[in-house]
């Protein structure tokens, strides 16, 4: 932290406000045609502006999802 703070003015006065909304991990699980069940951990992230931005990670929540996922790209 302590570069990026050095690199940029505008990032240290964000990471000094700790202007962040909690959030919390969830996880999904679908039924899917071909594949069979899949189970996803995700966490949403958003801004606390009007902006409406907002981020999803989704991963794999087991070894099986894991390597079901190549076959879906096909």
Do not use: I, Q
Not at 1 to 16: G, I, N, Q
Not at 25 to 42: C, E, Q, S, T
Not at 60 to 73: F, N, Q
């Amino acid at each position: 932290m302590r570069a990026l703070r050095e690199a940029s003015p505008e990032f240290s006065e964000w990471w000094a406000a700790h202007d962040v909304a909690p959030f919390t991990g969830n996880r999904r699980v679908v039924d899917h045609p071909r594949a069979g069940v899949l189970a996803f951990d995700y966490v949403k992230l958003s801004t606390m502006d009007d902006t409406g931005r907002k981020l999803v990670a989704c991963l794999p929540a087991d070894p099986d999802t894991a390597a079901k996922l190549p076959s879906l790209a096909a």
